[in-house]
């Protein structure tokens, strides 16, 4: 049974610079959240996706923006890369859109200098 | 004022001690609530839900209190593997389906021989 998978685990960039990141969900799971975790700090909601469609936001600007593919997986884009995008960025896939749980995969951890 | 709340620590407790860490919430429209782990550089893994009447997993006690606003978690008999960052998460569901977790900074423990 897979569980939630991202890539890259990895990534530098520029300020400026635009990056995306991938995420596949948990087997059987269609909705996916994503979450910028920024050091010493908890994780804080970005974005959520279900029926390929945003469904819900948090308090992150236009810079930010996201897709779900039919087969549920998740991109999520941050253009004009700033020094305070630096995070570890979670991925977490939940069983329908109202199911509460939801599990986390190991987080692409982006650096911008 | 933040939605969740929690000391950061750290707790620095002896193996085999009793510790327990609280956590206040703002919104009292909030539906579910959690306690997540989150060893250094790892991902969230869900520990455990907290009800009103509340919950036991093992050496792990949650409880929850609506009236206060006030979630615990109690773990007995502490061992050097349980040196982790404990999350307090609040899920307040959103209009229009979805759900939209709220992280507290997290409460480090560092169980000690």
């Known amino acids: 049974d897979a569980g939630v998978t991202q890539s890259p685990t990895h990534l530098i960039k520029t300020r400026g610079q635009q990056v995306t990141l991938r995420c596949s969900p948990k087997?059987?799971?269609?909705?996916v959240s994503w979450y910028q975790q920024a050091l010493g700090q908890g994780p804080q909601f970005i974005f959520q996706y279900y029926e390929e469609e945003e469904r819900q936001r948090g308090n992150f600007p236009d810079r930010f923006s996201g897709h779900q593919f039919p087969n549920y997986s998740s991109e999520l884009n941050v253009n004009a890369l700033l020094l305070g995008d630096s995070a570890l960025y979670l991925c977490?896939?939940?069983?329908?859109?109202?199911?509460?749980?939801?599990?986390f995969g190991p987080g692409t951890r982006l650096t911008v200098l | 004022r933040k939605e969740v709340e929690q000391d950061p620590g750290p707790f620095n407790v002896p193996e085999g001690a009793t510790v327990a860490f609280n956590c206040t919430y703002s919104?009292?429209?909030?539906?579910?609530f959690f306690w997540y782990r989150q060893d250094c550089r790892k991902e969230p893994k869900l520990l455990m839900s907290?009800?009103?009447s509340g919950n036991e997993d093992g050496r792990f006690t949650a409880q929850l209190n609506r009236a206060s606003q006030y979630i615990s978690l109690l773990i007995r008999d502490s061992k050097l593997s349980d040196s982790a960052t404990y999350l307090c998460?609040?899920?307040?569901?959103?209009?229009?389906?979805?759900?939209?977790?709220?992280f507290g900074t997290g409460t480090q423990l560092k169980v000690e021989l």
């Open positions: 977490a896939s939940s069983l329908r859109l109202n199911t509460d749980t939801q599990y």
């Open positions: 907290v009800y009103s």
């Open positions: 087997s059987g799971h269609d909705t």
């Open positions: 998460v609040v899920n307040r569901g959103v209009r229009g389906g979805g759900n939209k977790l709220t």
């Open positions: 919104n009292s429209a909030s539906q579910s």
